[in-house]
């Protein structure tokens, strides 16, 4: 089955408030796991990290970085983007508003982005996506 297919088998996952995990490499090559809000698109997965975050650390010197998307209820669906990230500062606000949305309503999204500083969009390309 070739991975787009295999995403629309899971769209209900993807499309819910469910629990991600990004994980980056430390300068010694340790793991770091953060956990993380997402979205998905036809092309690509994103997530928002903040300016000076260390994550964004991590991922300026070493683009690696895997993404793993699961539900805790039955059925355990799950996915894993592997693969290195593109950093995109452009349209920061629009792409957390979107993910934000998802966990907190349109209202508290609104409050959510205000609040927030810069930040940067970690994309991953959902060819790399494995169910």
């Not at 698109?41 to 990290?49: C, H, P």
Request: charged share 30%; proline share 5%.
């Amino acid at each position: 089955m070739d991975p787009a297919s295999e995403l629309d088998d899971i769209r209900s996952l993807l499309d819910a408030a469910t629990p991600a995990v990004l994980m980056t490499y430390r300068t010694d090559g340790s793991a770091a796991v953060s956990p993380v809000w997402f979205r998905s698109t036809d092309e690509a997965f994103e997530v928002v990290v903040a300016k000076g975050d260390g994550k964004l650390r991590h991922l300026q010197r070493d683009p690696r970085c895997v993404l793993l998307i699961f539900e805790a209820v039955a059925p355990f669906r799950g996915v894993r983007i592997e693969g290195d990230a593109e950093l995109d500062g452009s349209n920061v606000d629009d792409a957390r508003r979107a993910i934000s949305e998802r966990y907190l309503g349109p209202e508290a999204a609104d409050a959510f982005v205000a609040a927030r500083g810069e930040g940067v969009i970690v994309r991953l390309p959902a060819s790399a996506a494995r169910v």
